[in-house]
């Protein structure tokens, strides 16, 4: 959170990143900072995955399954409450060598996603050799799908290829109640959005996080 301009989205500070050589450092600090986390919430008794975007530039970097299986030891944290996150259009900037470092993430044994699904130009047949846990709707597709069929076409087509294809899926964008009771009915396993929090710092959400955990165990 900016001291004077408040929260900035990432689709704002992201692009800035990357054009000033910025994004390297950034991503370091991020996947530290979310394992860290992850294993302090650990600690609490909170077992909860935690997700990390990676940009373009971070697929084309040879230390980065290194420095994430480094981290991922150094905390004790198990793979898969990692999940890293990679748009559609970031891997077909080049699909061979994204596909070499997914097939090295997913050795590790990290949850792989491929956010804003939709948006991209990603083939059939290159998705379906991706070694992917789950496919995130773009919420540009989710926020319309109540008014415009079109869209609504696309949110089931989505939901539905990702399940014969073994994939879960994630819904962005869910602003309401018949938002979310209509993805339910479409079987789409998670949900985000502003209906149930915006962002927030860790110190707002670890409490929810704990009372959570406490109603689940009475």
């Not at 975007?53 to 898969?80: F, G, K, V």
């Not at 890293?84 to 077909?92: A, H, P």
Request: proline content about 5%; glycine content about 6%; charged content about 25%.
């Amino acid at each position: 959170i900016h001291p004077t301009e408040g929260f900035i989205p990432p689709d704002v500070f992201i692009e800035i990143a990357e054009q000033t050589g910025l994004i390297q450092p950034l991503t370091d600090w991020v996947l530290r900072t979310a394992i860290e986390q992850c294993s302090a919430w650990l600690k609490m008794g909170v077992h909860i995955t935690v997700s990390v975007n990676l940009s373009a530039r971070n697929l084309h970097d040879e230390t980065l399954c290194q420095q994430i299986s480094n981290l991922l030891n150094y905390w004790n944290i198990p793979p898969d409450q990692l999940c890293l996150e990679i748009t559609e259009t970031s891997m077909m900037t080049d699909p061979e060598h994204a596909r070499l470092l997914l097939d090295g993430l997913d050795k590790l044994g990290v949850r792989i996603s491929i956010d804003d699904f939709g948006t991209g130009y990603s083939s059939l047949a290159f998705l379906k050799e991706l070694p992917v846990d789950e496919l995130k709707v773009d919420k540009s597709f989710v926020l319309n799908m109540s008014t415009d069929e079109s869209d609504a076409s696309i949110v089931r087509a989505t939901v539905g290829l990702a399940h014969d294809l073994g994939l879960e899926v994630v819904a962005e964008g869910v602003e309401d109640q018949d938002s979310q009771d209509t993805l339910q009915k479409l079987g789409c396993e998670f949900i985000q959005g502003y209906h149930f929090a915006r962002p927030m710092p860790v110190s707002d959400l670890t409490p929810m996080l704990i009372d959570d955990k406490a109603s689940n165990d009475e």
